[in-house]
């Protein structure tokens, strides 16, 4: 028999293998607790431990303990804590299994005052279990006309409660006016003023007739967000109307929903947009919870081709690390797909140069007030964000490009100048 308790999950000395998954956590622990302690019991309680110590037959059992293995002790309360998992403590492409260990029950322990997953260092053997993406960038030419510059998109306002009619309008002049992408907003799905079917049949049907005309690729970011069956169905049908794309909002819905229209997405040569709405519920506070860069490494996992990841502060959200989450997007992952950051709320032609500036060209940005705001209108308005993206790349001043034959975009500038919104 052995006994397992709190210590054994701590060993400093401890060096996390190439098969470990190794989650870094900031803690605060309990004000009666050592670093020591507190990060012994996160190590415990998400891999294979408890509060009481056990007794147990050896040959009867597999090792699957957690350790934690470096300790950086802040000037205030708390620090940073490495823990390594063993890959066998976790199924095989399953991210809720993997979410109900490393950020499971430990976020309500009372060892810690609070506690965050800051970051994940994935081993191959667990990121094989998933299928990534299957887009990511690419879908710039694979799936829409934008070349080197950024995908635009727009999502008609208000968010909720147009008509078919009024919302097919809006749309018919944002593509005309230059996006690429119609998007609906997190929270438009089927509701009686605006039915999902219709919505979507007389959507892509106009974005066909605008291909046409305008000679660019233009498509449809349908929310297909609602139970995980007939998220399948909408989908499908999605993909029998001709569409290229479709929207999840990945953290409502749920990973394991994800997963599964991720598999249906491929039968039907579909993108998958991540919408990221109840995110901040997460990520928000920078001493608790999950944070955004990790949701985004679960996301990529789970095979969403674009993923909203902030406006470096340009916007009306919270600042946040989103140069560093789209790195990491980006970066090498045993081969797996790149994804596609999205750049969305809050902005407007002013802010695109600065946009630009901080996150690159590759990237989706969508701006819906910040179109339909426009004093002339959706059109002029998609035309002022398409003229201040040509500046932006071009590295002229926006205002020299509004004065050299470009009134949309003037017309954006004298309303909006460079304000980030509130
Ligand atoms: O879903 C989104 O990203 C938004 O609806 C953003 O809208 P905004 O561009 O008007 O802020
Ligand atoms: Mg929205």
């Known amino acids: 028999m052995t006994g397992i308790e709190y210590d054994d999950f701590l060993d400093l000395d401890y060096e996390p293998t190439g098969t470990d998954l190794v989650c870094e956590f900031s803690i605060a622990p309990a004000s009666d607790m050592s670093m020591e302690a507190a990060a012994s019991r996160v190590a415990s309680e998400s891999a294979n431990g408890t509060w009481a110590a056990l007794h147990v037959d050896e040959a009867e059992l597999t090792d699957l303990s957690a350790v934690a293995c470096d300790i950086r002790e802040n000037a205030g309360p708390g620090g940073n804590v490495t823990v390594a998992y063993p890959t066998d403590l976790f199924e095989d492409g399953s991210m809720a299994q993997i979410l109900s260990c490393i950020a499971g029950n430990i976020m309500g322990m009372k ?27 690419a879908v710039a030419h694979e799936k829409l006309d934008a070349g080197d510059r950024p995908v635009l998109a727009t999502v008609p306002k208000p968010k909720v409660g147009l008509s078919t009619d009024a919302h097919v309008d809006i749309a018919e002049q944002a593509w005309r006016g230059g996006v690429d992408l119609l998007k609906d907003d997190e929270n438009l799905t089927d509701q009686y003023f605006n039915p999902f079917e219709d919505r979507v049949e007389r959507s892509l049907s106009v ?23 007939e998220m399948v169905r909408r989908a499908e049908f999605v993909a029998d109307q001709g569409g290229g794309f479709i929207m999840v909002d990945v953290v409502t819905a749920g990973w394991s929903a994800v997963q599964t229209v991720r598999d249906v997405a491929e039968k039907h040569d579909l993108a998958i947009h991540a919408h990221r709405a109840m995110h901040a519920a997460f ?29 470096a502060g340009l916007g009306k959200l919270e600042n946040e690390d989103t140069p560093g989450i789209n790195a990491w997007l980006k970066s090498d992952l045993y081969g797996t797909t ?61 205002r020299d490009h509004a004065d050299a034959g470009n009134p949309e975009l003037a017309a954006a500038l004298d309303k909006w100048g460079a304000e980030t919104p509130r």
């Open 111 to 137: 060892a810690v005052d609070s506690i965050r997953l800051e970051d994940c260092k994935w081993p191959e053997t667990l990121v094989e279990g998933f299928p990534g993406p299957q887009f990511g960038t």
């Open 207 to 229: 974005a066909r007739e605008l291909t046409e005309e305008t000679g660019e690729k233009k498509d449809y970011l349908v929310n297909i967000t609602a139970e995980t069956d």
């Open 283 to 311: 990520d928000r506070m920078d001493h608790h919870g999950v944070s955004m860069r990790t949701l985004a490494q679960v996301a990529r996992l789970c095979g969403v081709d674009h993923i909203h990841t902030g406006t």
């Open 338 to 398: 790149d994804v596609l950051p999205v750049a969305s709320g809050g902005l407007h032609p002013g802010v695109i140069d600065a946009l630009i500036d901080a996150l690159g060209t590759d990237i989706a940005i969508q701006a819906g007030g910040g179109i339909h705001g426009h004093p002339d209108g959706t059109e002029a308005g998609a035309r002022a964000l398409r003229q201040s993206v040509e500046a932006s790349m071009q590295g002229v001043p926006l």
